[in-house]
């Protein structure tokens, strides 16, 4: 009888699962109401878009100049190009991110529904998760990336889902497509192609799909890498991918070298004396953290950002006779010096890398601060006369109905994504203790594949990023699923129910057919 139910439910169509089943359909009408009733209460108590002041006015730079590269990657500027065609309305815009992502993250919930079936109470807990998430309202409101990010890659995700259950040719090609377009977007995106490659190896398909497959995402990618490239090495004579990494990992290295002993500090190469002796100078006449507060922090960003830092001043040191270089031909063209010099400091002093940086940014990975989310419109009621005139503002003072700028409705955030992380690693301990892969067969590459998306980001986050709220919105949602897909796996386990076949009856579906 759970064979032939079983058997059932996979010739049912992923359309007829939404709509003809009546609970789901329910759901669903319930989800919509839900989020444009929120919606609408959102924005009558923040009547503007957010601004993040650094990051989302150079995104409406990149925008207006229509710009190839940027400081940072410009997928998204070209987004804000293309929705300018149809509206240059803020609220057009930030009702499109919200309801973007928690399509997404409904794709999401439903694909795992229909391909895993987790319990009833599970089904609902998830569901109430996300249309009532205060985290994709903020996301949404803000003129920044995280938002569009977040949302492409819940949809990647979820496709790649769906090759390892059920391939198809246009689920390949979508995939290939959202991975490229994804990858435009932010430089975490570097990670996807392997985890794309893992899904590729679990998929059922033959071994020349799975190598047409991944080639088709990866060849996409490098085009794009490609052209990046030659668009850096025609503005700064450098062929480079990402002048951002450069600057990132010598930000990264300041943090341990500045717990360097001044008398145990080592002789650098010669063409790092320069920019290593201002570092040495201002360690030197900053200890005092009364005096320097932002020298108290740990694993931040702000020697890249900055001016008055050594970083900035060394830039402008090399570029104060050229008065015709752009800033971000100036900012650009130090990517492969800063590059070596991070890489050298970090192999010189590996262990004070390790308590001074990685360290403290696991801590900052397990709870990740709230940020400039903390914030509405970084605390500020203005914004620049570029923003003003691309979204038709009256003025270039923006408001809100609530009684401060501080948005505090987040503050838990951080507690709950420490309480998901640990829960996350128990639970596939647990997994592997007892070998769920063999007692349930049916979601055994889902698991694997959200365990590898879990893993893999936080090693590149803790090694070489920097760890916050907004930047881990993807893998905090994504192991929030998997860690209620895991508990309602434990849960039953515990219960003694029946999996041994590796496939549980799903009675919550009831088609209208």
């Known amino acids: 009888m759970t064979e032939q139910y079983n058997l059932l439910i996979m010739e049912i169509s992923f359309r007829d699962y939404l709509w003809r089943d009546r609970r789901n359909r329910i759901i669903l009408i319930i989800a919509a109401i839900s989020i444009a009733v929120q919606f609408g209460i959102f924005k009558y108590l923040y009547p503007y878009a957010s601004f993040i002041y650094g990051d989302s006015f150079s995104y409406l730079n990149a925008a207006i100049k229509n710009s190839d590269i940027n ?68 996301l949404a409101n803000l003129v920044s990336s995280d938002c569009f990010f977040t949302a492409l890659s819940l949809i990647w995700f979820t496709l790649l889902l769906w090759i390892i259950q059920k391939p198809s040719n246009q689920i390949i090609a979508l995939q290939a497509l959202t991975i490229f377009i994804v990858f435009t977007v932010r430089y975490n995106a570097l990670i996807y192609p392997f985890i794309a490659a893992a899904a590729f190896w679990l998929s059922p398909l033959t071994l020349r799909k799975k190598i047409l497959g991944m080639s088709s995402g990866l060849l996409l990618c490098g085009l794009f890498i490609f052209y990046t490239s030659y668009q850096y090495k025609k503005l700064t004579g450098y062929w480079q991918y990402s002048p951002f990494s450069g600057w990132q990992l010598t930000n990264n290295a300041m943090y341990a070298y500045r717990y360097v002993d001044s008398a145990k500090r080592k002789p650098v190469p010669v063409k790092f004396r320069k920019f290593d002796n201002m570092v040495r100078a201002f360690f030197d006449s900053t200890r005092d953290t009364k005096k320097f507060p932002s020298e108290s922090q740990v694993a931040s960003t702000f020697y890249m950002w900055s001016p008055g830092m050594p970083m900035m001043g060394y830039k402008d040191t090399l ?22 010099y991070g890489l050298y400091i970090i192999k010189q002093y590996p262990l004070h890398f390790f308590y001074h940086f990685i360290w403290p940014n696991s801590n900052k990975y397990y709870a990740p601060p709230v940020e400039f989310m903390s914030w509405y419109n970084t605390g500020y009621n203005l914004v620049t006369p570029e923003a003003k005139e691309w979204f038709r503002y009256k003025s270039d003072k923006v408001k809100t109905r609530m009684k401060s700028y501080r948005v505090w409705i987040l503050d838990f955030y951080p507690i709950l994504t420490g309480i998901i992380n640990v829960v996350m690693f128990f639970s596939l301990l647990s997994y592997l203790i007892l070998k769920g892969w063999k007692i349930n067969k049916v979601s055994k590459r889902g698991i694997i594949l959200g365990s590898i998306v879990w893993l893999l980001n936080a090693a590149f986050t803790i090694g070489a990023s920097s760890a916050a709220l907004r930047f881990q919105s993807f893998p905090i949602i994504l192991a929030s699923v998997f860690v209620a897909i895991l508990l309602d796996w434990l849960k039953n386990v515990a219960m003694n129910t029946n999996l041994e076949t590796g496939k549980s009856v799903n009675h919550d579906l009831v088609l209208d057919l």
């Open 71 to 138: 400081t940072y990657m410009v997928g998204y500027s070209k987004f804000l190009r293309l929705f300018s065609v149809f509206t240059s309305s803020d609220t057009a815009l930030v009702a499109f991110q919200y309801i973007f992502i928690q399509s997404s993250a409904l794709f999401l919930l439903f694909t795992i529904f229909y391909f895993y079936k987790p319990g009833r109470v599970t089904q609902y807990i998830l569901l109430g998760f996300m249309v009532f998430n205060p985290l994709f309202l903020h």
């Open 319 to 340: 570029f104060k006779n050229d008065t015709g270089a752009s800033e971000l031909k100036k900012w650009a063209s130090m990517g492969p010096f800063y590059k070596s």
